[in-house]
């Protein structure tokens, strides 16, 4: 498989991290990698990126072609893995179990997500709620290749991150439901996911404040491998976050950190051109994230968000990098969501012709067609996964539904050290059931 990846992509040598001619001579012994940012890509210049740059780049008076030169990139991207058809059965990208393994997983964030929509419309959830759908082959392509040792760290969009790292999709419902069963014990909601058994990290509703928390994930593991001369300390952390958080500190603060020390993390952007009603492209000096990458000396890798087997290629390079102890990747997915920023926002700002051209590169449908048209399953073989998603979907409305809300002890649970006079007052009653309480008159 990585054969007939690195064979019509054309990958040059690994990133060297430095100049000198122990470094250059050290990399010779590297195995071949996707990266080598002194090298100019063409394919970086005609592989698709972006589907809406011309467009709106069009409207706002600056063309692509005066961005693209004023920068001669560095980067290989990584989008025409699939341009060659494979010859014979080996050269295909993936097997049928794994291919039925993708599938499963994508068919479960995609059904998961739409069911979420139904509860929320019907009142079962609480506050906001974003969905991931569209984005699926990123979570997936990702996700799927990690140990339950290796971490995750998520944004608010973070159900389906949980869901592909094995947290059960009963307590990820239940969690959203605000329910004692809930990987959270109903605490977190929607946008805070965690689970310490699978090692998700968390979601974060402040963008850009799962970056620190990834890169101290990654600090760990390098740090127990190091100093405390523990040799199964080899866990990789994939920090997923999008687009407009790019323009955040955080972001680059930590891909500082990072590459100073070799820390095993992937820094997955999930571009999907948009944050909340902002353009990507009017809010970023340049859009091409991956390119920031080298800026700090590690590799930076543009790819096609809506095809979980060139995510998944690319992955496996940059996990593998990590892994080895060779440090960061930056990866840039070109994704789309296919609903609003949140079940609360009507989506009226996208252009309805950006949407179908997206729509069109559903990642499940095109998942689908490759295993298809390699002969890999047949249709019942994937209606019987769509069936199986659908009762574990089911199931879990049910089971969330049934459980109960968490007791009112739990209230301050996790806010407080010690919550007398803070959240319980004198009387050793909570403090926010005071009638005067939002008077700011209440005693304490
Ligand atoms: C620190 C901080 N500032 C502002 C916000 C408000 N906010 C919520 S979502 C969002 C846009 C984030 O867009 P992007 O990073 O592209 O993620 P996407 O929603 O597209 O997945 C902003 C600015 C926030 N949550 N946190
Ligand atoms: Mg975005």
Redesign the pocket.
């Known amino acids: 498989m990585a054969s007939a990846f690195s064979a019509t992509a054309k990958f040059a040598q690994p990133l060297p991290l430095n100049t000198t001619s122990s470094a250059r001579s050290q990399d010779k012994l590297s195995p071949p990698a996707l990266f080598d940012p002194f090298r100019t890509s063409s394919s970086a210049a005609t592989s698709p990126f972006l589907g809406s740059t011309r467009q709106l780049l069009c409207k706002s008076n600056r063309p692509l072609s005066h961005r693209r030169s004023s920068s001669s990139s560095a980067v290989v991207a990584v989008s025409d893995v699939k341009q060659k058809k494979p010859k014979s059965s080996s050269n295909l990208l993936i097997t049928k179990e794994e291919g039925l393994e993708l599938y499963e997983d994508m068919v479960l964030g995609r059904s998961f997500e739409d069911m979420c929509a139904q509860m929320y419309y019907r009142g079962k959830m609480f506050g906001f709620v974003?969905l991931y759908n569209g984005q699926e082959a990123v979570s997936t392509g990702f996700i799927k290749l990690l140990t339950k040792e290796d971490s995750v760290v998520s944004?608010?969009?973070d159900h389906v991150h949980a869901l592909s790292k094995g947290v059960p999709a009963r307590a990820v419902m239940s969690e959203l439901f605000g329910k004692t069963t809930g990987c959270c014990r109903g605490q977190g909601g929607s946008m805070h996911m965690f689970s310490k058994e699978h090692n998700v990290l968390g979601g974060f509703?402040?963008?850009?404040e799962g970056i620190p928390v990834a890169t101290g994930a990654a600090f760990t593991s390098k740090y127990k491998r190091e100093v405390l001369k523990e040799p199964n300390s080899d866990h990789v952390t994939l920090a997923f976050?999008?687009?407009?958080?790019c323009n955040?500190g955080q972001f680059f603060e930590c891909l500082n950190m990072a590459a100073l020390w070799k820390l095993p993390i992937v820094f997955v952007v999930?571009n999907?051109l948009?944050?909340?009603g902002m353009s990507h492209l009017r809010a970023t000096s340049d859009p091409q994230i991956y390119k920031k990458g080298p800026a700090f000396g590690m590799p930076g890798v543009h790819v096609d968000g809506m095809d979980v087997l060139k995510v998944r290629e690319v992955a496996k390079e940059a996990i593998g990098r990590a892994r080895r102890g060779e440090g960061p990747t930056l990866v840039e997915c070109e994704t789309y969501?296919f609903r609003g920023?949140s079940l609360a926002d009507p989506d009226e700002l996208r252009d309805p012709a950006e949407k179908a051209h997206y729509a069109a590169r559903d990642p499940i449908s095109q998942l689908k067609t490759y295993m298809f048209e390699n002969n890999l399953v047949n249709e019942s073989e994937l209606k019987a996964i769509d069936k199986k998603i659908d009762e574990l979907v089911e199931e879990a409305v049910e089971f969330a539904d049934e459980s109960p809300v968490p007791d009112r002890s739990q209230l301050l649970e996790n806010v407080f050290a010690d919550p007398k006079g803070f959240g319980i007052g004198p009387d050793g009653r909570y403090r926010c059931e005071d009638p005067k309480f939002t008077q700011g008159t209440a005693q304490v």
């Not at 976050?241 to 958080?245: I, L, M």
Request: charged content about 20%; proline content about 0%.
């Open positions: 974003h944004t608010y969009r509703a402040f963008i850009g976050f999008g687009d407009g958080t955040n999930e999907n948009w944050a909340i969501r920023h």
